[in-house]
């Protein structure tokens, strides 16, 4: 699993006059149509051999709305809207007890053509193809899994299925789409252009975008679903080479839910150059050596670390898997983090403190009401993220069944919350963070500014271990004097690395970003405030080395002030 980490920071306001895209007035009874006949005529005459039809069947079509602007060094470089969509389909056969579905269950795949027109005919066609293809596969899946169990290479002690909630009609409503891009080119050349002024920055990009996916959910339970999501963003990053020729990437997005919540130039210009002058300064910081010692985890770093040390090995689906690690499995009731923490996920989540979280959502994508979980009580385990794959202890969703859309969903994270009874504030947290690096005799403690992402493994074939790629990383001595660094990731071992922790700081903090995981890239947001960990190891990160440029970047006819 890997978290792609972008950080939220809101800026002002600019108010824009744009076009607005709504979906077709029809399209929603054509698409529900297209589900409803398929789904019947499958659920009813879909047999072949000695084999049953299907007991279980979930359609899902995805209608994606995307706008790009993006310019580099004051020159637009592209822009575009688009439209398409994605189909998936889950069939189960047997019962709920012993089913097909297994990790492997959609490993094959064909090229969609999914219409965007809302032409009953060849949506129709397309949902006939798809469930044929996975109806097979299926009775593959359910052969081979049965296999298994009868040769006992796997154990089957729990159900497959669980049942679900009460039969959900969900209509939302279809927010506008409104763009603007006249000025968001305007905009996205005039602040590319600041990167000019940075002779030692070799690449450099502003992207201004906007999503809209519209998604349309049934099953043969009943459950039927339309609902959307839409957000605004801009990108802003830039690279760079040390003397050495290791390359630095730092980067911005920042999110919003309306096309008014926009930066002004001004404030993109003040953040872009905060970026330039900050990528300045760690081309030239020294490399750090492998070192151990205590250190304090700001918000962006605290993110990755609870969602790769805590998070992932709370997402049940991984518990049923005969390879995985299952850390946490029979610690519930058990303390596994200090008392003074408390972590729950909360999709129902929209806002905080003014800030969009982009992990929110109302229903999931096994057609089931998301819930606010308590995962972990004052330190004391309580629960797991679920989705209907009953596990040890659990045999109910609670709502946390997720995918892109492509993959099929499994339980995990979505607005990921840290919260702390005992807290500092920055000052006294620094000041405590030294009093730790003479406790310790260390000559300097750490202070992780901001982070790349991280990864982690829970697989039983792979080390159980988890890593962090610190961008903005300081040494912080005795008299308080701090030195950027560079050169370094952050190691640990889940139940140790969460051991260390001394108290947190009184700054929970947004972070938006993406995690990469089987089933898909999602969006996920974590609020946490920073920590302080007795103990942290950091070992040379893998820092591929390329030869600078020969000659210096041509000179600058014109620049955008």
């Keep these: 699993m890997v978290l792609r980490k972008l950080t939220v920071i809101l800026f002002g306001i600019l108010v824009t006059a744009g076009s607005a895209h709504a979906a077709p007035l029809n399209e929603d009874a054509v698409i529900f149509q297209a589900m409803e006949e398929e789904m019947a005529r499958s659920l009813s005459e879909l047999k072949v051999d000695v ?38 389909v889950d069939v189960k056969v047997g019962d709920p007890q012993f089913d097909s579905s297994s990790s492997q269950s959609h490993r094959y795949s064909v090229e969609q053509f ?7 005919d060849s949506l129709k066609r397309a949902l006939w193809y798809e469930t044929d293809l996975r109806y097979k596969q299926a009775i593959v899946s359910f052969l081979r899994k049965k296999g298994r169990f009868i040769s006992g290479v796997e154990s089957h002690d729990l159900p497959d299925f669980s049942k679900g909630k009460s039969i959900r009609v969900q209509i939302d409503s279809i927010p506008e789409w409104k763009l603007n891009m006249p000025e968001w080119e305007r905009l996205a050349r005039e602040v590319s252009g600041l990167f000019k002024e940075a002779p030692g920055i070799e690449k450099s990009r502003v992207k201004i ?21 839409l957000e605004y963003g801009i990108h802003l990053e830039a690279w760079t080479k040390t003397l050495e020729g290791t390359q630095l990437h730092d980067q911005e997005t920042l999110y919003f839910k309306k096309i008014s919540q926009i930066p002004t130039k001004a404030e993109l210009v003040r953040a872009t150059r905060e970026l ?24 962006d770093a605290a993110a990755v670390l609870f969602h790769e040390a805590i998070g992932h090995r709370l997402e ?9 690690g299952k850390t946490f499995l029979k610690k519930i009731g058990q303390r596994i983090l200090p008392e003074f923490v408390t972590v729950v996920d909360n999709p129902t989540l929209e806002n905080f403190e003014g800030t969009p979280l982009i992990g929110n959502y109302r229903t999931d994508d096994q057609g089931q009401q998301s819930r606010d979980v308590v995962l972990i009580d004052h330190g004391v385990l309580k629960s797991f993220l679920l989705s209907r794959t009953p596990i040890l202890g659990f045999n109910r969703t609670n709502g946390h069944a997720r995918s892109d859309g492509i993959h099929p969903p499994m339980s995990r994270m979505s607005n990921f919350v840290v919260k702390s009874d005992l807290t500092l504030d920055a000052v006294s947290l620094k000041q405590r963070l030294i009093e730790e690096v003479k406790k310790q005799n260390k000559p300097y403690g750490l202070f992780v500014k ?9 697989n039983t074939r792979q080390f159980q271990v988890f890593k962090g790629k610190p961008l903005y990383l300081y040494r912080v001595f005795p008299d308080g004097r701090e030195e950027l660094v560079r050169g370094v990731d952050f190691v640990g071992t889940p139940l140790s690395i969460i051991s260390k922790i001394l108290i947190t700081g009184n700054d929970p903090a947004v972070i938006n970003g993406f995690c990469t995981a ?9 609020i946490t405030p920073s920590v302080l960990l007795s103990e942290v190891e950091l070992q040379a990160s893998h820092q591929p080395r390329v030869r600078r440029p020969i000659l210096a970047p041509p000179a600058v006819v014109s620049s955008t002030r």
Excluded: C, W
């Design 518 to 526: 089987e089933s898909g890239v999602l969006p996920v947001t974590s």
């Design 114 to 120: 999914l219409p965007v027109d809302p032409d009953l």
């Design 316 to 324: 049940g689906d991984r518990l049923r898997r005969d390879e995985d």
């Design 51 to 88: 084999f049953e039809p299907p007991y279980f069947i979930n359609y899902q079509i995805r209608h994606h709305d995307r706008a790009e602007v993006a310019a580099s060094f004051g020159a637009l470089i592209h822009s575009d809207t688009h439209q398409h969509r994605t189909l998936f």
């Design 450 to 458: 901001k982070i790349v992402g991280g990864e982690t493994q829970t």
């Design 276 to 299: 330039i002058v900050s990528l300045k300064a760690l081309k030239s910081a020294p490399q750090m050596d492998p070192y151990v010692g205590p250190a304090i985890f700001s918000p």
């Design 209 to 229: 975008f906007s999503d809209r996916i519209i998604r349309y959910y049934y099953d043969s339970e009943g459950n039927k679903i339309r609902d959307a999501h």
